[in-house]
């Protein structure tokens, strides 16, 4: 009895250490899964943008989730000075169905549109005091409220800075100038190898008249020769 005891618990512990290394790579695979399709919010490829005291600006935001949403919760904070004063907060329930907007703000307009994953939102007539930082906020209870943030800069000036096109243009003058340089060497080098070729073909052509003249004359000359040389009956 104590054999199969012990053979039993052996095989038992096998049993639990084998169950258990399944478990540990079904949770990593579930894991993996969860942080490659999770929930992503990205505020484009410029983070930042300058705007003129008085201009309205777009405040770009968009999401993704590789296994889709439910109840997705966003919201625009505007951080002034470490404080967080929200600017308007929304849910979407299902992807395709426009969420109802709360803003907090009067010069904020929610331009987004669930169908298009965006939640962008407009801000009117800004002025210096809008400078700052902009967070876009969002969390999807379908990922286990997985949650994720971007933040978009807004600087405000008085005017826009004039771009000093003085280097670029003087490139793309050298680069024109050889171009056209290396154009102009390849029209007068075909147009000589061209004249170069007529002349040869003339050459040869008198060549080969002269050749054909000479010739004749001197057949001809030969004839007479053996005309005169024939002795008479």
């Known amino acids: 009895m104590a054999s199969v005891d012990s053979t039993g618990s052996s095989v038992s512990g096998r049993l639990r250490s ?9 949770v990593a695979l579930l894991l993996g899964v969860w942080s490659v399709g999770g929930l992503e919010v990205s505020t484009g ?63 904020v307009e929610f331009v987004g549109s669930s169908k298009s994953n965006n939640i962008s939102i407009l801000l009117w007539n800004i002025t210096f005091e809008d400078n700052g930082e902009y967070i876009c906020f969002a969390r999807n209870p379908k990922e286990k409220n997985r949650n994720h943030s971007a933040i978009f800069t807004l600087i405000v000036v008085d005017q ?33 190898v061209h004249f170069l070729l007529k002349d040869d073909e003339k050459n040869k052509e008198c060549l080969v008249s002269s050749s054909g003249n000479d010739n004749t004359e001197n057949g001809l000359s030969g004839a007479k020769a053996d005309n005169k040389g024939t002795p008479k009956a």
């Open 18 to 26: 084998g169950d258990l290394l399944h478990a540990g790579l079904a």
């Open 45 to 107: 490829k410029v983070s930042s943008i300058e705007a003129m005291n008085g201009s309205t600006v777009l405040l770009p935001c968009t999401y993704s989730s590789c296994i889709g949403i439910r109840n997705l919760y966003f919201n625009w904070h505007y951080n002034d000075n470490g404080t967080m004063l929200k600017l308007c907060e929304a849910v979407i329930p299902i992807e395709g169905v426009e969420p109802r907007v709360s803003v907090y703000h009067e010069r």
């Open 160 to 192: 826009m800075k004039e771009v000093d096109n003085t280097l670029t243009v003087i490139i793309v003058s050298v680069l024109g100038g050889v171009i056209g340089l290396v154009i102009i060497v390849m029209v007068i080098k075909a147009l000589v």
